[in-house]
Structure formats: structure tokens, C-alpha cells
């Protein structure tokens, strides 16, 4: 679910899955335990085969409300529709951002990290302003799942990117996905690894895995592979920043700019 742009689609899956699997057929199949332990101690009289059969059901029942707990947790934090909790917080420490229309309004500038709930603002600002033509971005990044979120609003309205003075981690994504890839004189794109800043382990999510879905759409956007080889190379703790002659090259950008 953090990963899918079909918000409802994942909810309802998994509120399903959750019914039938963990209410009726984990349910079923707990009596049936229950039921076979009884059998056994009446035909042998023997109980300690039981008492292990209890206790892989406790430990069973422990498990799954740790997985049933991140999996609606991982719902809630779906960028792409309205939390279903509305308590929810950002428990990563970043910093706000904020939107704002250019005078002309054909431009959004985009400043600040990706935290939950930019893109669902930036999509009602495009919707009130069909005539915008593209975005300024300048961010240290955020949430993976955001920068994506934002990246398919920018193509969805075919949208040119600019970046005059940073944008890095997540915010890449975005601009990777403008029509026409601007960047100032000074501007610099920076990229790393991705990285999970979570209290919970969660199993079913394959760092390496999510780098290479974002390298795949980069690779639509047209980028060179040489480049590629090197988008996730930095760790998480540093930060690669090519020269304005090697995103060209590459394809990165288009077009680089006079200051704005």
C-alpha cells in the first residue's frame, strides 16, 4: 500500500483479506486446533501435546496482530488519499513546505520537505489552476512515497520541472518526471539511497526493491543507463551531486538556465 498510486484499491484488498482470511479461516481453523486437542486428550489422556498446540496459537495470535497492525498502518500512510486516521502524525522529522503560485500563475514553487499530505495539496492547487505549466522545486527530500506521489501529478498535467537551487532524495523524482527538465545556474539535483526511518521493521518492504521501481521510471524519462548505475550508489548518510555537464549528458536535464 505505500508504494501503489490506488489508495482505495489497497484499502479495500486489504480490509478483505483481513475479513476473510484473519476473521473467518484463521478463526476456523483455531477451533479445529482446539476441537483436535479435546479429541486427543479423550482418546489418549494425554495433555501435554495440547498445551504445545495452545501455545503455537498464542504465538500465532501474537504474530498476526503485529502483521495485522502494520498493514493498516501502512494504509494510513498513503499519500495518494485522505488518511483513514486522522490522528495520524509524521513521525519523521521534517521540515514543512510550502506552495505557492507564481504571479503569472504558470508556476508552482514547491519549497520544503515531502511530508505527508504535499501532494494532496498540490493537486488541488493544479486543479484550481488548470493554466500552471510547470514547477519549481527546491527541497532536501522527505518521504519516498510523496516524491513519487508529486512526480505523477507533474505528468499527469504534463508539467515542466526547474530547480534553481536544490533538490535532493525524493525531490529528484519529481523533477525527473517534468515534460521539460530545467535547472538554474547554480541549481544542483543530489541523490542517495533510500532509506527507512521507521520505530517498526517492516518485512514487506524491499529497500533495494523500491530503488529499482524509481530506476525504471527513470529509465521511461529517458536517462541514460551510465547514469543509472550510479543514481543509488551514495549512501543514505551522503549525497551524490552531478555536474550540470553530466545531467545533460544523461539526460537528466534539458535545459540549464540563468538564475531566476
Not at 494510513?76 to 503560485?101: A, M, R, S, V, Y
Not at 522545486?137 to 508529486?150: D, I, W
Amino acid at each position: 500500500p505505500p508504494f501503489t498510486e490506488q489508495s482505495t484499491a489497497s484499502a479495500i484488498a486489504t480490509i478483505l483479506f483481513f475479513i476473510v482470511f484473519q476473521l473467518i479461516v484463521y478463526a476456523w481453523q483455531i477451533i479445529g486446533v482446539i476441537r483436535a486437542g479435546e479429541r486427543f486428550v479423550s482418546e489418549r489422556g494425554s495433555y501435554m501435546m495440547v498445551l504445545l498446540a495452545q501455545l503455537g496459537i498464542a504465538v500465532s495470535l501474537f504474530i498476526s496482530v503485529l502483521y495485522i497492525f502494520g498493514a493498516f498502518q501502512s494504509l494510513f500512510t498513503d499519500p495518494n488519499g485522505p488518511p483513514l486516521n486522522p490522528k495520524l502524525q509524521d513521525t519523521i522529522d521534517l521540515d514543512d513546505f510550502t506552495l505557492e503560485l507564481s504571479a503569472d500563475k504558470r508556476r508552482i514553487h514547491l519549497q520544503g520537505d515531502f511530508k505527508i499530505g504535499i501532494t494532496q495539496q498540490l493537486d488541488l492547487l493544479l486543479e484550481q489552476n488548470p493554466e500552471v505549466e510547470g514547477v519549481v522545486l527546491s527541497s532536501n527530500g522527505g518521504r519516498v512515497t510523496e516524491g513519487r506521489g508529486v512526480a505523477r501529478l507533474i505528468r499527469k498535467h504534463g508539467l515542466n520541472t526547474y530547480v534553481f537551487k536544490e533538490c535532493k532524495s525524493a525531490c529528484t523524482t519529481s523533477f525527473i518526471a517534468g515534460v521539460v527538465r530545467n535547472l538554474g545556474a547554480q541549481g544542483k539535483l543530489g541523490f542517495h539511497q533510500f532509506y527507512l526511518d521507521s520505530k517498526f521493521r517492516a518485512a514487506y518492504i524491499d529497500r533495494k526493491a523500491e530503488q529499482k521501481t524509481d530506476l525504471e521510471f527513470y529509465r521511461q524519462q529517458n536517462i541514460a543507463p551510465e547514469f543509472l548505475n550510479k543514481v543509488f550508489t551514495t549512501d543514505h548518510a551522503d549525497i551524490w551531486f552531478p555536474t550540470s555537464e553530466e545531467l545533460l549528458s544523461a539526460g537528466v536535464i534539458h535545459k540549464v538556465l540563468p538564475d531566476y
